[in-house]
Nanobody, 124 residues
Framework: DVQLQASGGGLVQAGGSLRLSCAAA????????IGWFRQAPGKEREGVSC????????YYAESVQGRFTISRDNAKNAVYLQMNSLKPEDTAVYYC?????????????????WGRGTLVTVSS
């Protein structure tokens, strides 16, 4: 069975840091780009970051550029999102998703697999 599981969320004060993990199983992880999306209360889901399959080229939304860092460990079938200088507006449920073509896209409908989200709450 295909599994994607995001973890690492929690409550943090503004200015703090969290590291999210996305664990994958059941598909050829090396071939897939992995994206992080988030959905804040009352808002549509939005793309946050993505990392390509083999060369690991990262992409970031403008709102998180310079504060978030995405990385992947293909040996562990895992992707990480290091989030620094967190702001209250970063509060959301964060999801990871896998895209089989391998390059990154912000188009949610193109992603093949989605994991259950992890809640990040940033207090002011």
């Amino acid at each position: 069975d295909v599994q994607l599981q995001a973890s690492g969320g929690g409550l943090v004060q503004a200015g703090g840091s969290l590291r999210l993990s996305c664990a994958a199983a059941g598909f050829n992880f090396d071939d897939y780009a992995i994206g992080w999306f988030r959905q804040a209360p009352g808002k549509e889901r939005e793309g946050v970051s993505c990392i390509k399959n083999r060369d690991g080229t990262p992409y970031y939304a403008e709102s998180v550029q310079g504060r978030f860092t995405i990385s992947r460990d293909n040996a562990k079938n895992a992707v990480y999102l290091q989030m620094n200088s967190l702001k209250p507006e970063d509060t959301a449920v964060y999801y990871c998703a896998a895209y089989g073509i391998g390059h990154c896209t912000a188009v949610e409908e193109l992603y093949d697999y989605w994991g259950r989200g992890t809640l990040v709450t940033v207090s002011s």
